[in-house]
C-alpha cells in the first residue's frame, strides 16, 4: 500500500475512533452557529412582523423553509469540505469574473445594510431594560463585534458562537409565559388560511427571504474550512477520501440541527406575537425593539425581558456572522489569507474587510436611514443574488472538476434546485409587490 494511502487510512481510523466518542453536542458547529445567526434582530422583525399581522396563518411557511433550508446549506457544506476551499474561490475558479463580482458586491452592500439594522435593533432593546441613548449601545456591540473577531483564535471563537446561540432560547421559553391555544396551532399550521392579497405575499416572500439567505452560504462553506484549518488530521475530501463518510454524516447532523434549531425559533417568535399581540388588535410591527415593548403590556415584565435579551444576544451571534461571510467572500475573490485562525498581521485584508463592513454598519445604524426601509432593500438584494448564488451552487456540486466523486445525490439535486426554484418565485412575487 502507497505511504500517501497508508496515512489516510491511518487518518480515517483515528477520527473515526473519534467520532464515536464525541458526543452529539461536539459534532455541532458550523452549521449550529450558521442557523442561529439566521434568527438575527432582522429576522426576528420579520417573523414578529408575521405572527402580529397574520396570526397562525403564516406559521405553516416554517414547515416548507426548514427542508429547503437543510438541502441548500447542506450543499454549501459540501462544496467547502469536500474543495477545501470556499464558495468565492470556487466560483472564482469555475466561473467568469462579471459573476463573481456581481454576487459578492451584492453581498458585501446587503450585509452591511443588514449589519446596521441588527446594531440599530441591539441599541434599542438595550435602551428599553437600561435607559440611555441606543447610539451608545450600537457603537458598543459594533467596537465588541470586531475586537472579538480579530484577537480570539478561531477555535476559541467558535465556542463563543456556540454558547451565544442559547440565547435563543429566550423566544423558546417565551412562549411558556403566555397562555397558548395548541389545537388551534396545530389545525392553522397544518390546514391555513392562505390569501393571495398582496400583503400576505409580500409576507410569505419576507419570510422566505430572511430564512434563505446568502451570507449563510459563504458562512457555512468556509466555516467547514476552518474546520480542516483547525484539525491537522482532517484533509479536504478530495485529497483524503476515506474521511468522506464520518465527514459527511457529521455535516448533515449539523445541519439539520442547526437549520432545525433556527426554524423552530422562527415558529415560535411567530407563535409568541400571535398569541399575544395579533390576538390584541396590534398587527403593525416595525422593528424587533418594538414588538418587544408591544408585548410588556400583554404578556408581562418576564417575556418582554426574555424578548428583547434574545435580540441582543442574537445581534452578537449574527453580525460576526455578516461581517465575517463578507471577509471570506472578498478574501476568495482576490486570493487573500482568509481565516480566523490567523492573526491580523498575517491576514490583514481580510480583517479590515471584517473592520470595514462592521463600521459601516454602525454609520448605518446611527444615519437618518429609515430602518425598516434598510431591512426591505437588505431584503430585496438578498433575495435577487440568492438565486445566481444558489443555482450556481447546484451547478458545482453536480461538477466533478469541483466535487471529485463526492457530487451530490439525485435526492439533494431535487432539493437544492426545489429551493432555488421556490427562491426564484419569491423574487419574481417581489417584483409584482414592489
Not at 487573500?336 to 474587510?353: G, R
Request: aromatic residues 10%; glycine residues 8%.
Amino acid at each position: 500500500m502507497p505511504l500517501e494511502e497508508t496515512v489516510q487510512v491511518e487518518a480515517a481510523a483515528t477520527l473515526a475512533d473519534n467520532d464515536k466518542k464525541d458526543s452529539v453536542l461536539a459534532k455541532l458547529g458550523p452549521g449550529l452557529i450558521t442557523g442561529a445567526a439566521d434568527d438575527d434582530p432582522s429576522g426576528i422583525a420579520t417573523y414578529s412582523q408575521a405572527g402580529a399581522q397574520f396570526g397562525f396563518n403564516m406559521l405553516w411557511t416554517i414547515l416548507l423553509t426548514y427542508p429547503l433550508m437543510c438541502g441548500i446549506q447542506i450543499v454549501s457544506a459540501r462544496i467547502g469540505r469536500v474543495s477545501g476551499q470556499g464558495l468565492a474561490t470556487n466560483i472564482a475558479r469555475h466561473y467568469p469574473k462579471w459573476l463573481l463580482y456581481f454576487i459578492v458586491g451584492s453581498l458585501l452592500v446587503a450585509n452591511c445594510i443588514n449589519i446596521g439594522a441588527d446594531l440599530a435593533a441591539m441599541g434599542e432593546a438595550s435602551k428599553l431594560l437600561l435607559g440611555g441613548q441606543a447610539k451608545w449601545y450600537a457603537i458598543i456591540f459594533g467596537l465588541i463585534s470586531i475586537l472579538l473577531q480579530v484577537f480570539i483564535p478561531y477555535q476559541h471563537y467558535v465556542r463563543v458562537l456556540k454558547w451565544l446561540t442559547l440565547a435563543l432560547l429566550a423566544y423558546v421559553a417565551t412562549v411558556f409565559v403566555v397562555r397558548i391555544p395548541w389545537g388551534q396551532v396545530v389545525l392553522s399550521t397544518i390546514m391555513p388560511h392562505i390569501s393571495m392579497k398582496a400583503e400576505y405575499l409580500t409576507m410569505i416572500v419576507a419570510v422566505f427571504g430572511t430564512t434563505i439567505s446568502p451570507y449563510l452560504f459563504f458562512w457555512q462553506a468556509s466555516q467547514e474550512v476552518e474546520e480542516l484549518r483547525a484539525k491537522p488530521e482532517e484533509t479536504a475530501l478530495l485529497k483524503a477520501p476515506l474521511q468522506a463518510i464520518r465527514s459527511l454524516k457529521r455535516i448533515n447532523i449539523d445541519t439539520f440541527i442547526g437549520m432545525g434549531f433556527s426554524n423552530m425559533v422562527a415558529f415560535f417568535i411567530m407563535l409568541t406575537t400571535a398569541v399575544t399581540l395579533h390576538m390584541h388588535g396590534q398587527t403593525d410591527i416595525q422593528s424587533s425593539a418594538q414588538a418587544a415593548a408591544a408585548l410588556k403590556p400583554i404578556a408581562g415584565e418576564f417575556a418582554f425581558l426574555l424578548f428583547s435579551l434574545g435580540i441582543i444576544g442574537t445581534g452578537l451571534l449574527a453580525i460576526p456572522v455578516l461581517a465575517g461571510s463578507s471577509a471570506y467572500a472578498i478574501a476568495g475573490s482576490f486570493k487573500w489569507k482568509n481565516s480566523l485562525e490567523h492573526t491580523a498581521t498575517q491576514a490583514k485584508e481580510f480583517y479590515a474587510v471584517i473592520a470595514v463592513s462592521t463600521v459601516i454598519g454602525v454609520i448605518l445604524s446611527l444615519s437618518n436611514i429609515d430602518p425598516i426601509k434598510a431591512l426591505f432593500w437588505s431584503a430585496v438584494i438578498n433575495g435577487i443574488i440568492s438565486v445566481p448564488v444558489m443555482a450556481v451552487m447546484m451547478l458545482m456540486a453536480a461538477k466533478p472538476a469541483v466535487m471529485g466523486q463526492f457530487v451530490i445525490s439525485r435526492r439533494l439535486k431535487i432539493l437544492g434546485w426545489l429551493a432555488t426554484a421556490m427562491m426564484g418565485a419569491a423574487v419574481v412575487a417581489m417584483g409584482f409587490t414592489l
